[in-house]
């Protein structure tokens, strides 16, 4: 299903499909957050943070930033 | 200040010892944030650098001499580039750096490297250095050293920093590093910019849109698309990197990492943080500023040391002693006039040792001459000033640097800054903003440099202003501790929902003033470690030293201010102008003034002089939420200015006396 990050669900596995533009896509690459890549949805809290793990590293993304990355669950 | 004058030098173009230092050849280290850093710099320095679980600890640059060589320490960046401060300060050590030192930690291998095969396609001689090597042991991971070590095209070492195995192939790391192995694609991206700027870094630099580098060169930055296109690709490369380098038996969960992620949400992160601020408060509030400061201020500070200084003083000079006796049914007082001093008068010194002996009982000194008094006397900067600084501050501030200390080393901050993220979203913040604000409990001065790891310059403001209004530093809020600790629980409530109340309503007032939004929450989790008893021992011992070196001269300089404005008569015609303020609106002894003065130098200082006031429960509150919200001590407000601008920094300063003798007289009105 294509949706955007911020619905994912604990436990999902998500494949990025599209990072927002600028300086934040640059941020989200260098932490290993790429178009391609799939990714574990730790968590998703009340907030709408999602807590993402990449291997061994675990990341937190913001609600805000999180509706602006698009994905396939 | 030091910042600029490291760079400088690094950039050759120190004028002074230019010679020798352009003989050694400079070694960056560089590294993500949390990989060890500083336990690499403390080795090769020898001297103690700050560590810590958790990034913004190292924002200034730190340097050392080993061997023939001169180490420069730089912040933990995820890569080479101009998003925030931190990074431009490291990048300019890597760029005029010879050698880089890139210690990654080997657990978090892939998010590593990123930086790693920048530095090396920047043409760096590097050399790899994968920290955490017994950790990666213990967790069954494999990692082919060799292969990396090929497929990188530079030395590969390994080290444990903590038990500083490995720390002998250091000079090894240092003589061997060399450039690495650059893909043919990434050559011919940069080969047109090379032939430009003459070297790779500031072509790679260029390239990634560094605007600073190519102005250098008179050229045009890249587009963010370029940028993305040269990060993808880095990415990809990493992929298959540790494709080829890494097997991982199937990971099993740690306490740890459960406890992590428990941290995270609310429902089970406010329970832990509740059972964390519930430890630190018996720790902080009841151990320390109760058993430990009773003992060290009143029996260490005010009866062997106060009391042996004035007796002996007054052996020489004119004093006029008061002893009170508090009994059940009166106050037995009696007043000893020694124009003399009391060695002119042994029969009248007997007297006065005998009826002093008996317990409780509580003496005043007072000198004739100023001069004395001023040294010795009430307000004095031998007497008053050392029971203070080593007999009240001392203990507590070591006990609050502790504290911060092993929450830092725990990996719990990121956590907690996750978890708050959605509630400081709503008045203008991310949950970063947690990160100075905690450290502003610590010491405001440092926290005002912490803003920097904040994403936006409009958070940056909010949260300075936050810093300088709502929030105590651990030296006012041991002092604040010890004062309210003994009132019971309703001046405690009203003094942190007073704060409170001003912290959501200040940060919500500057949300709608400066425009824009606050940058979303993107946040690398640490993994979470029981904190190193001797790491956290050894910081907080280096910073309660830090702490007293700098509060000690302005601790000086404000008691004998107040001193001379005491005998001088300005001290009362202060008390006298801010009366209508000070007694009819916050309702409070004209002394209180006196506070005020010492709250300009320090802010703890200020809180120090209400300490021997007599004052109701009501007024202590009242006093106690004026003086926090009061002007920053003068080192916070100097890094302030140089931080944030003349302007902002002003306003803020201006703003704060406002808000002082607004918030404390509203509560006054309602309590008092």
């Keep these: ?73 | 200040m030091k910042n600029d004058r490291i760079i400088s030098r690094l950039e050759g173009k120190s004028s002074s010892g230019a010679d020798e230092y352009q003989k050694a050849a400079k070694v960056a280290l560089a590294g993500n944030p949390n990989v060890g850093k500083s336990l690499f710099f403390n080795h090769f320095s020898g001297m103690y650098a700050d560590v810590s679980n958790f990034p913004g600890t190292t924002v200034s640059v730190s340097s050392a001499k080993y061997k023939n060589y001169e180490i420069f320490d730089t912040p933990g960046i995820y890569g080479v580039s101009s998003f925030n401060e931190e990074e431009r300060v490291a990048k300019k050590v890597i760029v005029n750096g010879d050698i880089i030192l890139n210690i990654v930690n080997g657990f978090k291998l892939e998010r590593d490297l990123f930086l790693t095969l920048q530095l090396i396609e920047m043409g760096k001689k590097v050399t790899l250095i994968v920290n955490f090597w017994d950790e990666i042991k213990r967790r069954n991971i494999f990692l082919d050293v060799e292969k990396l070590s090929e497929l990188l095209g530079i030395e590969v070492i390994t080290t444990s920093a903590v038990t500083k195995e490995g720390f002998d192939k250091l000079d090894y790391a240092i003589e061997n590093a060399r450039e690495g192995k650059i893909d043919d694609e990434v050559l011919s991206l940069i080969e047109k910019t090379v032939k430009k700027t003459g070297d790779k870094t500031d072509a790679v630099l260029i390239l990634e849109g560094d605007s600073e580098t190519a102005e250098k060169h008179g050229l045009e930055p890249g587009t963010p698309n370029d940028r993305e296109m040269i990060y993808i690709g880095r990415r990809n490369r990493i992929s298959e990197i540790i494709d080829q380098t890494e097997r991982e038996n199937t990971p099993k969960a740690e306490f740890a990492n459960k406890l992590g992620r428990l941290a995270l949400n609310p429902l089970t992160g406010i329970p832990i943080l509740l059972v964390i601020l519930t430890a630190v408060y018996f720790f902080i509030g009841d151990f320390v500023s109760q058993r430990v400061v009773n003992f060290t201020e009143i029996k260490i500070g005010k009866e062997l040391f106060e009391y042996n200084v004035k007796s002996f003083v007054a052996g020489y000079a004119a004093a006029e002693v008061t002893v009170e006796i508090p009994g059940a049914e009166r106050t037995d007082e009696k007043t000893f006039l020694f124009p003399k001093g009391m060695n002119a008068r042994p029969d009248l010194k007997s007297e006065f040792e005998t009826f002093s002996s008996k317990p409780d009982a509580v003496l005043h000194f007072q000198f004739n001459n100023p001069f004395v008094e001023i040294v010795f006397g009430e307000f004095g900067v031998v007497t008053m000033s050392i029971t203070y600084l080593f007999f009240l501050l001392l203990p507590l501030v070591m006990g609050f640097y502790f504290v911060m200390a092993l929450l830092e080393d725990s990996g719990y901050l990121p956590r907690l800054s996750t978890m708050l993220d959605k509630s400081l979203s709503r008045i203008g913040l991310n949950g970063k903003a947690i990160i100075p604000i905690l450290l502003g409990f610590g010491c405001i001065t440092m926290a005002n440099i912490t803003t920097r790891i904040l994403g936006t310059n409009r958070e940056r403001t909010i949260v300075t202003a936050i810093l300088q209004f709502a929030i105590p530093c651990s030296a006012q809020l041991a002092v604040i501790a010890a004062m309210l600790s003994g009132l019971g629980a309703v001046p405690i409530l009203i003094y942190i929902t007073t704060m409170f109340i001003l912290f959501v309503s200040l940060s919500t007032i500057l949300d709608k003033l400066i425009p824009g939004e606050s940058s979303p929450l993107l946040i690398d989790l640490p993994t979470m470690a029981l904190p190193r008893m001797k790491n956290v021992l050894q910081k907080t011992w280096f910073r309660s030293y830090g702490f007293m070196r700098e509060a000690g001269s302005w601790f000086v300089v404000g008691s004998l201010a107040v001193g001379i404005f005491k005998i001088s008569g300005l001290l009362t015609a202060w008390q006298n102008l801010l009366e209508p303020v000070t007694v009819n609106w916050l309702k409070l002894p004209k002394e209180a003034a006196n506070a005020f003065i010492m709250g300009i130098v320090r802010r703890d200082f200020g809180a120090a002089g209400l300490f021997d006031m007599n004052l109701t429960p009501e007024q202590v509150t009242v006093a106690l939420i004026t003086i926090t919200v009061f002007v920053p001590c003068i080192a916070s407000f100097v890094v302030m200015l140089k931080e944030r601008g003349w302007k902002e920094g002003m306003t803020v300063w201006a703003g704060t006396w406002i808000a002082a003798f607004l918030v404390g007289g509203i509560v006054a009105q309602i309590i008092i």
């Design chain 1, 1 to 73: 299903m294509r949706t955007s990050l911020d619905k994912a669900e604990k436990g999902n596995s998500v494949k990025i499909t599209g990072l927002p533009e600028g300086e934040t896509a640059a941020q989200l690459i260098r932490l290993g957050i790429t178009v391609g890549r799939t990714v574990k949805c730790l968590d998703r809290l009340p907030g709408g943070t999602v807590i993402l793990q990449n291997r061994r590293q675990e990341i937190a993304i913001g609600q805000r930033l999180a509706e602006n990355i698009s994905v396939v669950i």
